[in-house]
C-alpha cells in the first residue's frame, strides 16, 4: 500500500523534489502503520512543497478521510480533482464522504463518474429519484444479492416509487387509479418487472396504464424485499429499522421507539434514525428527548438541512427562539429558497425580536411558491405583522392577496 500510495505521489506530481519523495513516503508508510496523524502531517508537507500537486492533496484528502474526519477531507479532495478531474479513487471518496454527511445532491455527480451501483443507488434515492435507484440498486443486488443495506434501500425505493406514481396517476386520470393492473408476466419478479416497466415510463411518463402497473409492481417488489431481509439479515439494524418504520405506520409509537433504539444500539451511525426517533418523542410532545435527537442527526449529517429544520422546529415550541433562529437559519443556506424552511425562518425571526428578518423571509417565500399553502400562510403572517406595525395598506394588501388565492384555489 505505501509503495502504490508513492507510485501515484510520484507520477502525478509536476516538480518532485528529494524533499517531496521523503515526506511521501513516510506519510504513506505512516498511512499503512495506521498513524494517521503523521500521515496528515507527512502529506501536509508535500502539499506545502507542491500546491500543485494532485495526488499529494488526494493523499492528504484520503488520510482524513480514513481518520473520519470527513469535512477536513473535502476541500483537499477538490483541489486535488480540480488539478486533476479523472482521479476515479478520489473522485469517489469525496463522493462516499459527502453522501455520508448528508449531501447527496453534490456527491452524485462525483459517483456518477465512478459507476459503483450500491453507491449510485444510495445516492439517487436520497436525492429523490427513485427510478433511478431502483435500476442502479437492482444491479447492485445482482451481485450482493442479501446485502441488507441494499436491500433496506431498494425495498423503500419501490415503496416510495409506488406511491408517488400512484399520486401521478391520480392527478393524470383519477378514475383509473382504482383499478387492478394487468397481471404481471409469469416467471418474471417484481423487481425485474419494475426495471422493465421503469424503462417503459421514460418513454411514455403519463401512460395510465404503465403507472398503474409500476405503481402495483413497485409495490410488490418493495413487500417481497422487505420479507427478504428480514428473513436473511434478521438481526440487523436494517430489519429492525424496517420493523421500527412497520409500528410507526401502524401508530404504535412505543414499539417502533423500541426498535430504533435496537437500531442505534447495533448502529448509531445509521442515517436518518436518529432523525425518525426525534419525530417520535416529538409526536408524544417530549421535546427534549426529541431535540437530543434531533441534535444526533444533525451532528452525523451536517449537510442534510432536514435535521437543522426539524431540530429548529422542536427549540421553537419550547420558547428558544435564539436557537430555533440558528438551526432554520442553517437549514436555509443547505437548501435556500426552500418555502418551508423560510416560512419557519420568518417565524423564528419574528419570536426572536427580529421583525426585519421575519419580512424578508415571508417577502422572498411568496415571490418564489407563488400560489402553495407556504406563500398563503406568508401572506397571513405578513398582514399581522404590518397591522402590528401600523402600516394599514401593506397589511391590506396582503390580506387582499391571500384572499385572491382562496377564490382562485377554492379554499
Known amino acids: 500500500m505505501a509503495t502504490s500510495v508513492l507510485c501515484a505521489c510520484l507520477l502525478l506530481s509536476q516538480a518532485i523534489t528529494p524533499e517531496m519523495i521523503d515526506h511521501a513516503r513516510a506519510g504513506a508508510e505512516a498511512q499503512e502503520q495506521g498513524r494517521l496523524d503523521d500521515a496528515i502531517r507527512e502529506f501536509h508537507k508535500v502539499t506545502e512543497l507542491q500546491p500543485a500537486s494532485a495526488a499529494g492533496h488526494a493523499n492528504l484528502g484520503n488520510a482524513y478521510f480514513l481518520k473520519g474526519d470527513y469535512r477536513a477531507s473535502i476541500p483537499e479532495l477538490e483541489e486535488a480533482l480540480k488539478i486533476k478531474p479523472n482521479l476515479m479513487g478520489t473522485q469517489r471518496t469525496l463522493g462516499v464522504v459527502l453522501l455520508v454527511l448528508g449531501d447527496a445532491d453534490r456527491a452524485l455527480p462525483h459517483l456518477e463518474m465512478t459507476g459503483a451501483p450500491d453507491l449510485l443507488g444510495v445516492a439517487y434515492y436520497r436525492t429523490g429519484r427513485f427510478g433511478s435507484a431502483i435500476v442502479a440498486l437492482e444491479a447492485a443486488l445482482e451481485a450482493k444479492p442479501t446485502d441488507p443495506d441494499l436491500l433496506y434501500y431498494f425495498g423503500s425505493a419501490t415503496a416510495l416509487a409506488s406511491k408517488r406514481t400512484h399520486d401521478q396517476l391520480i392527478r393524470i386520470k383519477p378514475e383509473t387509479a382504482s383499478q387492478n393492473p394487468s397481471p404481471p408476466e409469469p416467471g418474471n419478479s417484481p423487481s425485474a418487472d419494475v426495471v422493465s416497466l421503469q424503462k417503459a415510463l421514460a418513454l411514455k411518463p403519463d401512460d395510465p396504464k404503465l403507472l398503474r402497473a409500476f405503481s402495483r409492481a413497485s409495490e410488490l417488489a418493495s413487500q417481497q424485499t422487505f420479507e427478504k431481509l428480514l428473513q436473511s439479515n434478521p438481526g440487523s439494524a436494517r430489519s429492525h429499522q424496517v420493523a421500527a418504520e412497520r409500528q410507526a405506520a401502524d401508530g404504535h409509537l412505543r414499539e417502533a421507539r423500541l426498535e430504533y433504539a435496537a437500531v442505534v ?26 431535540i437530543a435527537q434531533y441534535r444526533v442527526e444533525c451532528e452525523l449529517q451536517p449537510a442534510n438541512p432536514e435535521p437543522a429544520y426539524h431540530l429548529g422546529s422542536a427549540l421553537l415550541k419550547t420558547g428558544d427562539a435564539a436557537g430555533a433562529l440558528e438551526q432554520f437559519a442553517a437549514a436555509d443556506k443547505l437548501r435556500p429558497e426552500t418555502p418551508r424552511i423560510l416560512l419557519a425562518l420568518g417565524q423564528a425571526a419574528l419570536a426572536a425580536n427580529d421583525p426585519t428578518r421575519a419580512e424578508a423571509a415571508w417577502a422572498l417565500l411568496i ?9 398563503a400562510a406568508a401572506h397571513v403572517r405578513l398582514a399581522a405583522l404590518y397591522r402590528q406595525q401600523g402600516r394599514v395598506k401593506e397589511a391590506e394588501r396582503e390580506s387582499a392577496a391571500y384572499e385572491q388565492m382562496k377564490n382562485r384555489k377554492g379554499r
Open 265 to 290: 444500539q447495533l448502529n448509531p451511525y445509521t442515517p436518518d434514525v436518529h432523525l425518525a426517533l426525534g419525530k417520535l418523542f416529538a409526536e408524544d410532545g417530549n421535546w427534549p428527548a426529541a
Open 367 to 375: 415571490r418564489i411558491d407563488k400560489d402553495g399553502e407556504d406563500a
